[in-house]
Structure formats: C-alpha cells, structure tokens
C-alpha cells in the first residue's frame, strides 16, 4: 500500500485556478472511480470535498472539481479565495477494503 | 449535525498499550462502517483500519497488522482501537472517520478532530 503522489507544494493568487495531480497506480486510481479530495486546515477534522472522481458532497462550492486520466486524478479549484489556502489530501480505494491516501498539498493563496 | 469525538490519546512508552475511543451522533451508527486514520508529524494521512457497519468485518493496514485491533458498540455508537506493542513510528493524530456504505468505504464523508498518541521513553 504506497501512498499516492502529491505535488508538496501548489498556490495561486485570488481568482485564479489551480490545479492538484494525484498519481496512483492501476491498483488504486486507476482501478476504480473512487477517489476522493479532503481539505484540511491544521488541527480541524478534515472536510471531504470531491467524491467518486467528480462529486461534490452538498455544501462545497462548484469552484472545486474532480478528475481522473488512468492512474492520476487531479483537483481543479476555480475562483480561488483566501479561505481556500489549507493542505488538500487526495485518496483512493484500493481493494480489499482498504484505502490510500496521498502526502498531501499545501495550496497557499498568494 | 454529524459529530465524531475521539478520545484517549496520550503519551506512552514504547510496547506499551492505548485505547482510543470515538463517540458519534447524528447519524444511524450502526448503518456504516468505520475507520481510523492517522496522521504522523509532518506527514500525510494513512488509513489504519476499518470495520463494517455490524462488526464483523475488520481490515487492518499491514503497518499495524497483528498489533491494533478495531471494534465498535453499535449500543454505544461508539468506535474503539486498541493499540497493542506500541512503537515510536506509531506516534500520530488518530482521526475517527464514517465510511460512505455498510461494509466497504470508499470515501469518509465525516471526521473528527482527531486524539494525539505520542509513543516515546
């Protein structure tokens, strides 16, 4: 079970978009369409954001969207605003019950 | 309003033994599964265990295989991780999370703040 691969570092200034990679392999993303995208600011629970590749759970704002090409799936936040800035987790189902995450990014809003 | 608290992190000796607790409300406990995940200093997330909704499925990651065990008390709606031969790399925030179905999780929809487990002489 290795984790998936985050850039370390992502930013942009506000109203602009950015995007997040998370490559896996054909055991995890790529095997199933069940990755998801967590936002986490520093000692608060961390907060799903995308589900199944492209779902929004009610309450996140349209500015966050999902993807996935074969073994990377990515996170696209559109708009973005000061509130924005926290570290973002990318994870996978990866069988037998089991799950994977990502090192994790630190999207900075400049 | 889901809610997930955790409890009885600490300091502990290397070997030595925790349990940590997660209360829930706000939702039918006994309708999902559950999981711990953790987070080590600096780094990022691992998931560390599940547990289906009746308990009678358990999944371990092979870092904590043979060492932690899950369970839950859906009379209680609470979830448990007994943490057993604690080692130093085990040192983490341990987050509570509901799974997404009744067996298998393929997303947390829900977290809690986490309890911090510090495994040092």
């Known amino acids: 079970q290795s984790a998936l691969t985050q850039p370390p570092s992502a930013s942009g200034s506000p109203g602009q978009s950015v995007t997040i990679s998370c490559t896996g392999t054909s055991s995890d993303v790529g095997g199933y369409n069940y990755v998801s995208w967590y936002q986490h600011h520093p000692g608060k629970a961390p907060k799903l954001m995308i589900y199944e590749v492209t779902k929004r759970p009610s309450g996140v704002p349209d500015r966050f969207s999902g993807s996935k090409s074969g073994n990377t799936a990515s996170l696209t936040v559109s708009g973005l605003q000061a509130e924005d800035e926290a570290d973002y987790y990318c994870?996978?189902?990866?069988?037998?019950?089991?799950?994977?995450f990502g090192g994790g990014t630190k999207l900075t809003v400049l | 309003e889901v809610q997930l608290l955790e409890s009885g992190g600490g300091l502990v000796q290397p070997g030595g033994s925790l349990r940590l607790s997660c209360a829930a409300s706000?939702?039918?406990?006994?309708?999902?599964?559950m999981n711990w995940v953790r987070q080590a200093p600096g780094k990022g997330l691992e998931w560390v265990s599940a547990?289906?909704?009746?308990?009678?499925?358990?999944y371990y990651a092979d870092s904590v295989k043979g060492r932690f065990s899950i369970s839950r008390d859906n009379s209680k709606n609470t979830l448990y991780l007994q943490m057993n031969s604690l080692r130093v790399e085990d040192t983490a925030v341990y987050y509570c999370?509901?799974?997404?179905?009744?067996?298998?999780?393929?997303?947390?929809?829900?977290w809690g703040q986490g309890t911090l487990v510090t495994v040092s002489s």
């Open positions: 994870s996978s189902y990866a069988g037998s019950n089991s799950l994977v």
């Open positions: 706000g939702f039918t406990f006994s309708s999902y599964a």
């Open positions: 999370a509901k799974g997404d179905g009744r067996t298998v999780t393929t997303f947390a929809d829900y």
């Open positions: 547990i289906s909704a009746g308990g009678g499925g358990t």
